[in-house]
């Protein structure tokens, strides 16, 4: 091909070395060939088909078709199953593939009955021509006598022998109205009454999904919205991944549900037990819980199974779906005031379990830890059982918040002590009072047998801060760490070993458990052991202990952010089903409001209470101010109480006191105990006046 060069300009000076610019000029390519015909009608064809609007109609045909067809199918299998003994063959196929020799026998037994009653059923129909006839001839005869008699009585009463007739008339003519209108109905009938039937055929398919799952509807497809049947659970169960199982299920072939016992509302989902065939082992199937609750059209968390006490029985309980995602109800603390507590009997209303049952916690002489990740509702658990306990006038707390935040304020003339702050300060008073109140548990193991103690709650709040503590006293003693020598792991050692048998409780909270953070010594004192959600499996055994991770405890499955405030609870004080080591309760929400207004309700209940921020721990004390101070606002204070809160207020210097001790204090200074009610207390008036006396010189006398 020959090159046209055009120049565009011409260089004045151009350089030497510098050959002219020049300028290729190509000729127009050709045009592209036309498209023939046939590539743009298939094209056409291809994207009218392929359109979403056409696949759908085309769905739609094939769905409505099949809808009616299976549907006669499933019509005239029922009508085979009516008249034959094929329904009892499949039971007893199923029977004996789930190796139940029993139920395989039992139905043996009815179809010899459906035998034996079908056999005198034909017999009756060699006789049966004959005594028609007969019955038809006396009928037949009987009424015509009737309508002759009825005829007389009208000719009689009319004085008209026509009326003989009449009534005999009458029945002819309506028989022959009856024979007109069937004659006018009977054509349109045979026109309208295939359409009919094919109607009610498509009907009973539609009712039963009888068309391959690409041709059913979006939401069928999907399982959005899809309530449980027994053909659900069994079709789940087939696809599980069990081979034993799906061979069984197999040779079931229709009665595969008879694996299933009746499947009943439960709470916000139902709940069904499955017996498994013969070789299949419980564990198989509770090894494949996400699996299982796919098959269901469910999440993972939607779905549990436990063991009843049935052998070889799994029970299932399935979630609504998106049910676990709406926030249960408010607390009966919040919704009745007048409710009280009972430490030694109640139980506390703590939310709801999965069923929709109240959950409800019995708190009596049980140790207590709750944990979970940060921010999933573990403090708002933790107080509302406080706030229930606080109800019960008899109960001292005694709490350390390590957060710092003001989740526990409300308690503030409520628990004798309240420490509040995340600081190695504060780390440090919440030890020495966590001692103190091992020094009071001393005190109460060294009293007279037979002597009862009120309930004495050493609560922490955000405990991992105290564990994890780098603070050492003058003794180089660390406050934190798990080690022999750390005060707070001791200390705490100390009132799980022996604090229950005198009322004094450890109740801790604490995140993100770890080995460090949550040691293993003081983890598994705890007897009521609760989790909201974790991240591994590994935490879920330090929060719950194995035995209850092998029974299916998996608050590694909650969803952090979404199951705020649901737990797992392991514990024996709370009702937890036949066969299952721990029980997942969704707590009520108490906001800071609604805890204010419940603890004032128990302040109302107490004579007062002075609650100290910090511990004193110097070394002069006044013991008459003392008494004065823990006395706060009451009127009067059993001698008993005022013995245990100035323990609380300084263990050293009123750890050991007795009776004898406060009373030889307010005897000399003319404020002695009285007996009020039949017990004996301490005038607050009295006290006061014995200040005022002595620090003005003079001297008080008793009233």
Same mark, same amino acid.
């Given at each position: 091909?020959?090159?046209?060069?055009?120049?565009?300009? *011409?260089?004045?000076?151009?350089?030497?070395?510098?050959?002219?610019?020049?300028?290729?000029?190509?000729?127009?390519?050709?045009?592209?060939?036309?498209?023939?015909?046939?590539?743009?009608? /298939?094209?056409?064809?291809?994207?009218? &088909?392929?359109?979403?609007?056409?696949?759908?109609?085309?769905?739609?045909?094939?769905?409505?078709?099949? $809808?009616?067809?299976?549907?006669?199918?499933?019509?005239?299998?029922?009508?085979?199953?009516?008249?034959?003994?094929?329904? $009892?063959?499949?039971?007893?196929?199923?029977?004996?593939?789930?190796?139940?020799?029993?139920?395989?026998?039992?139905?043996?037994?009815?179809?010899?009955?459906?035998?034996?009653?079908?056999?005198?059923?034909?017999?009756?129909?060699?006789?049966?021509?004959?005594?028609?006839?007969?019955?038809?001839?006396?009928?037949?005869?009987? @009424?015509?006598g009737l309508l002759v008699a009825l005829g007389i009585v009208m000719a009689i009463s009319t004085e008209d022998a026509g009326h003989v007739i009449t009534p005999l008339t009458a029945t002819i003519d309506f028989i022959a109205l009856l024979i007109r209108i069937v004659q006018v109905v009977w054509g349109p009938a045979l026109t309208i009454g295939p359409f009919l039937?094919?109607?009610?055929?498509? @009907?009973?398919?539609?009712?039963?999904?009888?068309?391959?799952?690409?041709?059913?509807?979006?939401?069928?497809?999907?399982?959005?919205?899809?309530?449980?049947?027994?053909?659900? &659970? &069994?079709?789940?169960?087939?696809?599980?991944?069990?081979?034993?199982?799906?061979?069984?299920?197999?040779e079931m072939g229709d009665a595969g549900a008879s694996m299933l016992g009746p499947i009943t509302i439960a709470g916000c989902g139902v709940e069904v037990d499955v017996t498994l065939p013969s070789g299949v082992s419980t564990n198989e199937v509770q090894s494949k819980r996400r699996k299982l609750a796919e098959n269901l059209t469910r999440h993972e968390h939607e779905v549990f199974i436990t063991i009843p006490t049935a052998a070889r029985t799994v029970r299932l309980w399935i979630a609504d779906s998106g049910a676990l995602d709406e926030p249960i109800?408010?607390?009966?603390?919040?919704?009745?005031?007048?409710?009280?507590?009972? $430490?030694? *009997?109640?139980?506390?209303?703590?939310?709801?379990?999965?069923?929709?049952?109240?959950?409800?916690?019995?708190? $009596?002489?049980?140790?207590?830890?709750?944990?979970?990740?940060?921010?999933? /509702?573990?403090?708002?658990?933790?107080r509302s059982l406080a706030l229930w306990l606080s109800l019960d006038r008899s109960v001292q707390f005694l709490m350390g918040d390590l957060k710092g935040v003001g989740d526990w304020a409300m308690f503030d003339g409520l628990a004798t002590t309240l420490i509040q702050g995340p600081t190695d300060e504060h780390v440090i008073q919440v030890t020495e009072m966590v001692e103190d109140a091992v020094d009071e548990m001393n005190r109460r193991i060294q009293a007279p047998p037979g002597t009862t103690f009120p309930p004495l709650i050493v609560l922490v709040d955000e405990a991992q801060v105290a564990f994890m503590c780098p603070a050492k006293d003058a003794d180089k003693r660390p406050y934190g760490g798990s080690k022999a020598n750390s005060r707070y792991f001791?200390?705490?050692?100390?009132?799980?070993?022996?604090?229950?048998?005198?009322?004094?409780?450890?109740?801790?909270?604490?995140? =993100?458990p770890t080995n460090e953070n949550l040691?293993? %010594?003081?983890?598994?004192?705890?007897?009521?052991?609760?989790?909201?959600?974790?991240?591994?499996?590994?935490?879920?055994?330090?929060? %719950?202990? =194995? *035995?209850?991770?092998?029974?299916?405890?998996?608050?590694?499955?909650?969803?952090?952010?979404?199951?705020?405030?649901?737990?797992?609870?392991?514990?024996?004080?709370?009702t937890i089903p036949a066969g299952q080591s721990s029980i997942t309760v969704r707590t009520h929400y108490i906001d800071d409001d609604a805890a204010t207004a419940?603890?004032?309700?128990? *302040?109302?209940?107490?004579?007062?209470?002075?609650?100290?921020?910090?511990?004193?721990?110097?070394?002069?004390?006044?013991?008459?101010?003392?008494?004065?101070?823990?006395?706060?606002?009451?009127?009067r204070v059993r001698t008993k109480d005022v013995l245990a809160r100035l323990a609380a207020r300084n263990a050293g210097a009123y750890g050991g006191w007795s009776f004898l001790d406060l009373k030889r204090v307010l005897d000399d200074a003319g404020a002695g105990p009285y007996k009020s009610d039949g017990v004996m207390v301490v005038a607050r008036d009295r006290v006061a006046r014995a200040l005022a006396d002595r620090d003005s010189g003079g001297s008080a006398s008793a009233e």
């Open positions: 091909m020959s090159e046209n060069v055009v120049p565009l300009h *011409k260089h004045t000076d151009p350089p030497a070395d510098t050959a002219p610019t020049v300028l290729t000029v190509v000729p127009d390519a050709p045009p592209a060939p036309p498209v023939p015909l046939w590539v743009r009608s /298939g094209r056409a064809v291809k994207t009218a &088909v392929t359109h979403e609007r056409a696949r759908s109609a085309g769905r739609s045909l094939v769905r409505h078709t099949l $809808y009616t067809f299976n549907g006669g199918r499933i019509v005239a299998r029922r009508a085979w199953d009516g008249r034959t003994g094929s329904r $009892y063959e499949r039971m007893i196929r199923a029977a004996e593939a789930a190796g139940n020799l029993e139920a395989a026998e039992e139905w043996e037994e009815r179809l010899q009955r459906f035998r034996a009653a079908r056999h005198h059923r034909r017999m009756d129909l060699l006789h049966s021509p004959v005594d028609a006839a007969k019955g038809v001839a006396v009928g037949a005869g009987m @009424s015509v039937a094919l109607l009610a055929l498509w @009907s009973v398919g539609r009712k039963q999904h009888a068309a391959p799952a690409w041709a059913l509807p979006a939401n069928v497809r999907t399982g959005e919205g899809e309530p449980i049947t027994p053909s659900i &659970v &069994v079709k789940a169960l087939r696809d599980l991944g069990v081979p034993a199982l799906a061979r069984a299920i197999k109800g408010p607390s009966p603390l919040v919704t009745d005031d007048t409710m009280t507590a009972d $430490y030694t *009997k109640g139980r506390a209303p703590w939310g709801q379990d999965l069923r929709g049952d109240a959950a409800a916690l019995s708190l $009596y002489q049980r140790h207590l830890l709750i944990t979970g990740l940060s921010n999933q /509702g573990k403090t708002v658990a933790l001791m200390a705490v050692r100390k009132i799980h070993n022996q604090g229950r048998a005198v009322n004094v409780l450890m109740w801790q909270g604490t995140q =993100d040691p293993k %010594l003081v983890r598994e004192g705890a007897h009521t052991r609760a989790s909201l959600a974790l991240g591994t499996e590994s935490q879920a055994r330090m929060a %719950l202990g =194995d *035995k209850a991770v092998d029974g299916e405890a998996a608050p590694n499955l909650l969803r952090p952010g979404l199951d705020r405030g649901t737990l797992v609870v392991a514990s024996d004080g709370i419940i603890t004032d309700r128990a *302040k109302a209940l107490r004579d007062g209470v002075t609650t100290l921020h910090a511990i004193e721990r110097s070394e002069e004390h006044d013991p008459l101010a003392d008494i004065a101070a823990v006395i706060g606002d009451a009127p």
